[in-house]
């Protein structure tokens, strides 16, 4: 089962920051958050991913607590293409596979 | 990051009948995974696909249905046997970054309508 909780969906308007947040208050010490995204039946898209300190890419920004059992997910200036689902996963390792384990996920819609 | 193609991009089928997916990697990769997403759903990891070795099965997927061939560090096959509607998904193929295991990367997936 996912470990991460995600509301179901969510609206942002276009030029706005997106603050998606995500739960995972199982965390284990040695286990990373990441964050993907799939726009309408294409292959999931990789976002960012973090540990314990904030990140910062090109796409996004990736805050997560102190205690690590929640995270938000930052998209400075959401435009129409950023509307999609948004998968938060605890990256699980078992038996060397390093496996990802995909949860429901959030749908984000972009107004204009 | 790592360029993942797949073959082929979707396809029509009739019950009782195989489908094999290819998937190449633009360079050599210890693991291998496939996944499917029913219609609506989210992503359920199939098995992983290790060079060399049996490929390991997530609980309710068996080999005899979804068998996997894994001839190198660059491609992969899934066969998805003796469909039946309910098959109908989209196949994805995905594999982590050569050399540093942190990122994982997706195939843009195969569709397949089982009739």
């Known amino acids: 089962d996912a470990k991460t909780t995600q509301p179901t969906s969510m609206d942002c308007a276009e030029g706005r920051a997106a603050n998606l947040p995500c739960n995972h208050s199982?965390?284990?010490?040695?286990?990373?958050v990441y964050w993907y995204r799939q726009i309408h039946s294409q292959g999931p898209q990789y976002i960012i991913h973090?540990?314990?300190n904030n990140e910062t890419n090109e796409m996004a920004s990736l805050i997560i607590t102190e205690d690590r059992k929640s995270s938000t997910l930052i998209l400075p200036h959401a435009t129409l293409r950023d509307t999609a689902v948004y998968y938060c996963?605890?990256?699980?390792?078992?038996?060397?596979?390093?496996?990802?384990?995909f949860g429901k996920g959030m749908k984000l819609t972009v107004n204009p | 990051s790592a360029v993942i193609s797949q073959k082929p991009s979707r396809d029509i089928c009739q019950r009782g009948t195989s489908l094999t997916i290819q998937c190449q990697v633009d360079?050599?990769?210890?693991?291998m995974f496939w996944y499917r997403q029913q219609p609506g759903q989210s992503l359920t990891l199939i098995a992983t696909?290790?060079?060399?070795?049996?490929?390991?099965?997530e609980s309710g997927f068996v080999i005899d249905k979804f068998p996997i061939s894994r001839p190198n560090l660059t491609f992969s096959t899934l066969t998805v046997s003796n469909m039946s509607p309910e098959d109908s998904s989209i196949y994805l193929c995905?594999?982590?970054?050569?050399?540093?295991?942190?990122?994982?990367?997706f195939g843009p997936g195969t569709r397949l309508l089982v009739l």
């Open positions: 996963i605890v990256r699980v390792a078992g038996g060397g596979s390093e496996k990802l384990v």
């Open positions: 199982t965390i284990s010490g040695n286990e990373y």
């Open positions: 973090g540990l314990k």
């Open positions: 696909a290790n060079q060399g070795s049996e490929a390991t099965y």
């Open positions: 360079s050599q990769v210890t693991m």
């Open positions: 995905s594999t982590w970054t050569s050399g540093r295991q942190e990122t994982q990367y």
